[in-house]
């Protein structure tokens, strides 16, 4: 997508950029040009982002939880993220609107990219999640939400769905907004890994 041969960003995705996330012209340059040197091509592959993610958690199994990012960040599909869709990720975890940030918490879940999430769904990112977990932090964890299946179930009761439901991209994120429970347990970082990147 982006003018990854030169190490000026095309001018088409600048305004772009601009446009949709929070970033400046001068940032937005320096980002692009931190980022060609991270990967010179211009892209992230899969691998290449599990091994960025690792560094982050390095106590913990991110890799299943860095795909399932990763493939909710590469909008086209391709396998690969280039600068737009990096930036666009960034933006929306770190700084973009609680809506913006349930729209991709939502694409995070619907795993099958149907535009649906259903039960089975929502269990395989909480285990991915689970093994971010260290051992310490999983022992305070609530006795009703303390292993993967016990949060999901928790999770989709708190969405008064039954077992063979579906949600819709709306309800997901009306039913978030509306329940701090559901908020609470779809945290994508325990407060440990919080503090991790924060210290980055």
């Known amino acids: ?39 010179p091509n211009g892209k992230i592959t899969m691998a290449q982002f599990q091994k960025i993610y690792s560094g982050f958690f390095p106590d913990t199994d991110p890799k299943e939880y860095a795909q399932h990012v990763f493939r909710s960040f590469d909008t086209n599909s391709d396998g690969i ?12 975890t770190s700084s973009g ?26 269990l395989q990112i909480v285990k991915a ?20 299946e016990k949060r999901a179930d928790k999770i989709w009761d708190n969405f008064g769905k039954k077992e063979n439901d579906k949600l819709t991209e709306d309800e997901f994120i009306q039913g978030t907004l509306e329940n701090n429970e559901i ?17 980055k």
Request: proline share 3%.
């Open 97 to 122: 609107k609680t809506s913006q940030k349930l729209e991709w918490a939502f694409s995070l879940f619907d795993v099958d990219g149907n535009g649906t999430i259903n039960k089975t769904e929502i």
């Open 81 to 92: 993220l280039d600068f737009k869709e990096y930036i666009i990720a960034l933006h929306l």
């Open 183 to 199: 908020l609470r347990m779809i945290q994508l970082e325990p407060n440990t890994i919080k503090e991790k990147l924060k210290r």
């Open 129 to 148: 999640i689970f093994k971010m977990i260290n051992e310490d932090e999983l022992k305070t964890l609530p006795e009703d939400e303390n292993t993967p």
């Open 1 to 39: 997508m982006g003018n990854s041969k030169s190490g000026a960003l095309s001018k088409d995705i600048l305004e772009d950029l601009k446009l949709n996330t929070k970033y400046t012209e001068d940032e937005l340059s320096i980002w692009y040009q931190t980022f060609l040197k991270e990967c």
